[in-house]
């Protein structure tokens, strides 16, 4: 099959196309027929420097995924061959930047019926990421005011869409006039970071999409009781004590976690069907920013480390037609 | 009316017992004469050094009490004069080192009926703060592991009982003969810290009751999906980042929040409800490790400072009989 293989750690480069042999999926996997992928910031930071453990490249990044079921393991059950579905591949196999991937059929679900399979595709490892920060971790109830710092991001424009689907008020943070607007558009009050200070006290759950000092003026920005989450390692411990007096927590979002761990990863694919619920509804939507070639991946990385991606950038995996 | 007033910061012995005027309950109210009070580390901490906003002595300390309701507030229901009850009174307001304390009648309950008025006073602080920590943050679940680290003092005693009491396994760490039999004895299994390193990944929750680098032991003896909540300001702040790989959450516990934030004090009152029946069916006991009288203060708080305690201290509010 044609992948877009990571060749070696390094910058967008490393990556080209090749003909690799397709996957094998195990007896708990299905292996998905690739439409559309998407790409996430982990793709870059998996393209730089080793990660995961001891993997090496040659490998295959593309943790966003919406396909046609081509093959069920013998242990699944629930799907069957031709199936459309999405899913976020495991962040330690090789992903969805190809025409094939295999995928443990736990994680996976139904595709939203509404949704063109680039649409899909740009949903899963974003919105579960928000999914579980704000409903796992942040616990938020209708009524609570949620503070998404980075509100025009892959995961802070699902986030803004989540809370105000359950019920919150939305505070978004952006810095330009196009991302205030968007923010403004999927429903949030929008706080304009050039200005400076955020404030205090002034949400019951703070979502930090951003990392570094951001993380500091979360743990300002949440109320008594609030929960700050966030999803960018390496943010500063500095400022944590200041939780005590408004008895506030700390939450850190990976959402990896639960298929590297074998943590209940099939609570991933029933996010997914929730979600794919409120897309049907026209509750939830992945703004799609660009779209790519399998032959554009090194494009499209170049795009998600400009840090300017409104929403998400997706790869169309184009077939060379029999 | 007699009272342990602290006439200045500093030292155990700014604190003399002194004839001043007897409370006067506001509306929301009750006026209580106290029959026992308990010492608590957050007592010494104010004696110290100026805290909670403007606060300034003379003041009087004493966050735990036990007696009869001698006076009620005009708009207070559910309570009578001649009742038993226990609380913890605001850390913000004069205390229950007198023989008469005015308390929120929101953050009351009924004395457990077989509990003596010392046995009562020893527990509202301590146990509000381990069943917050539990419950409240951690949401600790039957069947799972609780690592507390300090299990013999005051908190750390209550909260190894109150999570054997929901069903959870409980470790505990200890550093004398003396106290890690004390914590056996209440269903904990032992880990002695004097032996070096506590163990990674060994618990679903670390509730840490000691502070400094023992929070950073307890970011390590968490699980996947861990939760680690502590109650001591100042922990450090370096090995958050270590969260992220295991999805886990830093809970910043202060049962003053409450009261000061005036967010749901009510919550206190319904705590010690279930503690109180926890108590008459024999779950939950305080260990009181030594009484004093008014007159004694000075030397329950060196005894508090000392780290050395087992359980509480406690202060038998003795009174000059007309």
Redesign the interface.
């Known amino acids: 099959m044609r992948a877009a293989v990571m060749t070696d750690f390094g910058g967008p480069e490393v990556i080209e196309v090749q003909e690799v042999a397709k996957p094998t999926p195990g007896p708990t996997d299905v292996l998905i027929e690739v439409r559309a992928a998407a790409i996430n910031p982990v793709d870059c930071k998996t393209r730089q420097a080793p990660r995961w453990g001891d993997r090496k490249p040659p490998m295959i990044l593309g943790f966003d995924c919406a396909g046609v079921i081509e093959e069920v393991g013998a242990e699944v059950s629930g799907f069957s061959v031709g199936d459309e579905v999405y899913c976020s591949p495991a962040l330690v196999r090789d992903g969805a930047y190809a025409e094939y991937v295999a995928v443990d059929a736990r994680t996976i679900a139904a595709k939203p019926a509404s949704a063109s399979f680039e649409e899909a595709a740009a949903v899963p490892l974003a919105v579960i990421t928000a999914w579980?920060a704000l409903h796992h971790?942040a616990r938020i109830q209708p009524g609570e005011t949620v503070l998404v710092f980075g509100g025009a991001g892959g995961v802070g424009h699902f986030a803004i869409q989540l809370a105000r689907a359950f019920g919150c008020k939305v505070l978004a943070t952006a810095g330009r006039e196009q991302t205030l607007a968007f923010c403004r558009e999927l429903g949030a009050e929008t706080i304009d970071y050039r200005n400076g200070e955020i404030g205090e006290r002034i949400a019951d759950v703070a979502f930090d999409c951003v990392g570094g000092t951001v993380f500091s003026q979360a743990i300002d920005a949440v109320n008594?009781?609030g929960r700050v989450v966030t999803i960018v390692?390496?943010?500063?411990?500095?400022?944590?004590?200041k939780?005590?007096?408004?008895?506030?927590?700390?939450?850190?979002?990976?959402m990896g976690?639960?298929v590297m761990?074998d943590?209940a990863p099939e609570s991933q694919g029933e996010i997914l069907r929730n979600v794919a619920e409120l897309i049907d509804n026209g509750q939830l939507r992945a703004n799609i920013f660009k779209t790519y070639t399998l032959d554009q991946i090194a494009d499209a990385h170049q795009q998600q480390e400009s840090q300017r991606t409104v929403g998400k950038l997706v790869v169309t995996v184009d077939r060379e037609l029999a």
Chains 1, 2 share one sequence.
Do not use: L, Q, R, Y
Request: aromatic fraction near 10%; charged fraction near 15%; include cysteine.
């Open positions: 579980e971790h008594v009781n390692p390496g943010v500063p411990g500095d400022d944590i004590n939780c005590f007096g408004k008895n506030a927590s700390i939450h850190f979002e990976f976690s639960a761990n943590a």
